[in-house]
């Protein structure tokens, strides 16, 4: 009898025979007992490999399970040559080969984790309780058609079909969706009941594509991954991971989709055996999982905001003044069209309208506002279809309302820590740097005197506004599975004034973005080039003078420089216009063509320009060249 229908079982499956001896486990069971199918299978008793404490067990040599089924009970166990140990549910099924053969089906589902997490999840357990009521039922079921079972048919006939109850028995108490498909795309008429609440249908008869609810070009790709999967091109190892992996639930569950063969017994030239016959799809419910792993996600990147919090006080002020402002400028220009019933946004609104959301879901990022981020990303998403204006106002509204629910939910915060919306101080107002400013001048404090005042309650370092940089590009890199150095500023004691370079420097994000995930190799590609195995990126700046008007005007040059893998010649004169982007398709971190032109465009607007210089294998400088500026005349805070 075949036992590979056990292969695709979460649960750990032994069969053994009359002397206990392992005559079959799938992986989960190899897993369990920290060991191989092939090393456990040499005819190794199983109490020799894992003991259970309940010594009555057939399983352990008593007759518990024997000549009748064990149903599950909860018992310890420990590996004989390992410290592991933990609890488990096992129960036993007896049945016999074809030949006559007795075997034993041991099924072990491992609660180990469940026991030290019981408070959390004691729904889950709850529900695995009454998985095992149902399998009881089933085996009752199973014992009494046994009993009842009329010999209608040959022997090995009513053997074949009481092997067939049993695995339904056994599949259905599992909770997980099974059913198989051939190679034209049809149904057999085999499934679990699982499949009507985790599918929401009965596959029987029915195209797999439909049962997985593919749209017409998902299911055209689809059927070619079908094609390949049966005419065996490559191997199936090989192509399993190509099909869906997600089912869309109407409820919202996170169905999780795996993909197993069967073949035919007869060899036909193939390593791992015939033909594949058909494919199985096994169906899991993962919902509490993934809900639990969203939660701890947004719990990590609260406590990632926090340390931005404290730690770029400042900076995380500033931006929550822009934020405001990006996103009142944007619904403001988005009601104006609206207003005038215009059929769609100009080329000069829609590229503006893209660049302030790009820059606001970048520095969303920088400080782990989750909510911002996605909100940012979202009015992209509906800027770049083929929506109304309306569609547009709609989701910029909400990204309003996401903002204000921010500020609302962490008030206490932000209030307990010195962090107002509404402005940005530390000690003192502006209002009050303003007024003593005008003291000292109407006092007739000496030049030299008020311009080191001024230097010191105006002006900051550079490092000193760019530096949160630093925990961007590590968070960025690590999302990427890249190792890269921690970023290293050159320069940057230079003392500004900050207000005139803020949307500049807040559009910085974007060429990070692109040295982590177009510049920056993987540390296999670096070491096989030659280079260290970390990635690293240097902010570099210089002052130099410039004549304008006659007059040497003090400038700077910002240089962000990779050692990445460069950019051809013929593509560095398009990276800053709007709309260009070497991917496809867009990603989570770059393909909109929206970034690098936001940098040019800031750095236009303050009379400087932007330019890139690369050598391919070597890396890539982003050079922004700005005149230093004056403050700008701010409102108070209290305006």
Same mark, same amino acid.
């Given at each position: ?11 750990? !499956? ?23 199918? &092939? ?86 357990? /709850? ?27 040959? /022997? &090995? ?6 092997? $067939? ?17 051939? /190679? ?108 639990? $792993? ?32 990006? @996103? ?53 998403? !509906? ?10 106002? &709609? ?29 940005? &101080? ?72 900050? /207000? ?122 982003? @050079? ?16």
């Amino acid at each position: 009898m075949e036992y590979t229908f056990f292969d695709g079982l979460i649960d750990s !499956v032994f069969v053994i025979g009359r002397d206990r001896e392992i005559v079959y486990c799938n992986e989960a069971a190899a897993k369990l007992c920290e060991s191989s199918v &092939r090393r456990l299978v040499r005819g190794k008793a199983i109490f020799d490999v894992i003991e259970f404490s309940n010594k009555n067990l057939f399983v352990m040599g008593g007759t518990t399970g024997e000549t009748e089924p064990a149903p599950y009970q909860e018992i310890e166990f420990n590996l004989k040559n390992d410290e592991k140990s933990g609890k488990v549910q096992l129960a036993i099924q007896p049945f016999s080969e074809p030949s006559g053969e007795s075997r034993w089906v041991i099924i072990v589902r491992d609660v180990t984790i469940e026991e030290v997490l019981h408070a959390k999840y004691h729904k889950q357990l /709850e529900e695995k309780e009454v998985y095992i009521g149902q399998l009881q039922v089933a085996q009752k079921k199973l014992e009494e058609y046994s009993k009842n079972l009329e010999q209608m048919v040959e /022997e &090995r006939t009513g053997e074949v079909k009481r092997a $067939n109850v049993m695995l339904n028995a056994i599949m259905n108490s599992l909770g997980q969706g099974f059913f198989a498909f051939d /190679e034209t795309g049809d149904c057999a008429d085999f499934y679990t009941r699982a499949c009507v609440e985790i599918l929401e249908a009965e596959p029987a008869r029915k195209k797999v594509w439909d049962v997985l609810r593919l749209d017409e070009k998902e299911a055209s790709t689809f059927k070619l991954w079908m094609k390949s999967i049966f005419s065996e091109a490559l191997p199936f190892d090989s192509l399993r991971e190509l099909g869906p992996s997600l089912f869309h639930h109407s409820a919202g569950r996170h169905i999780e989709l795996e993909y197993f063969p069967i073949r035919d017994t007869a060899s036909s030239g193939h390593d791992d055996g015939g033909a594949i016959r058909n494919v199985v799809v096994v169906a899991t419910d993962r919902t509490s999982e993934f809900l639990a $792993n969203q939660a701890l996600e947004r719990e990590k990147k609260f406590a990632r905001m926090v340390v931005k919090l404290v730690t770029a006080r400042r900076p995380f002020s500033q931006f929550l003044v822009s934020a405001r402002q990006t @996103i009142d400028d944007v619904y403001e220009r988005s009601a104006r069209a609206l207003k005038r019933q215009a059929a769609s946004f100009d080329s000069d609104e829609r590229a503006w309208l893209y660049r302030a959301l790009h820059t606001l879901e970048g520095e969303s990022a920088i400080y782990s506002i989750q909510e911002l981020w996605a909100g940012a990303r979202k009015c992209q998403e !509906v800027l770049s279809a083929s929506s109304t204006i309306l569609e547009f106002n &709609r989701s910029v509204e909400a990204l309003k309302k996401q903002y204000e629910e921010f500020l609302s939910v962490n008030h206490n915060l932000f209030s307990s820590l010195g962090v107002f919306e509404g402005g940005s &101080r530390v000690e003192l107002s502006q209002d009050d740097i303003n007024d003593l400013l005008a003291q000292l001048k109407k006092a007739g404090t000496s030049p030299q005197i008020f311009e080191l005042v001024v230097e010191k309650l105006e002006k900051e370092t550079i490092s000193r506004l760019l530096e949160h940089y630093s925990d961007s590009v590590e968070v960025l890199a690590k999302k990427l599975n890249k190792s890269v150095a921690p970023l290293k500023i050159t320069g940057g004691d230079q003392r500004i004034f900050a /207000e005139p370079y803020k949307n500049l420097f807040s559009s910085f994000i974007h060429v990070f973005r692109n040295c982590l995930d177009h510049g920056i190799e993987s540390s296999e590609d670096r070491i096989a080039a030659g280079k260290s195995p970390e990635g690293h990126i240097e902010i570099r700046v210089e002052p130099f003078q410039e004549k304008m008007g006659g007059t040497k005007k003090n400038w700077l040059r910002i240089q962000i420089i990779d050692d990445g893998r460069g950019i051809p010649a013929d593509v560095i004169p398009r990276v800053f216009q709007a709309g260009f982007s070497t991917r496809t398709e867009v990603g989570e971190y770059s393909g909109r063509g929206v970034g690098m032109n936001v940098i040019a465009v800031e750095a236009e607007a303050l009379g400087g320009r932007a330019r890139i210089s690369s050598q391919i294998g070597k890396g890539t400088s982003t @050079i922004i060249e700005i005149p230093e500026l004056q403050q700008v005349a701010r409102q108070s805070t209290a305006a």
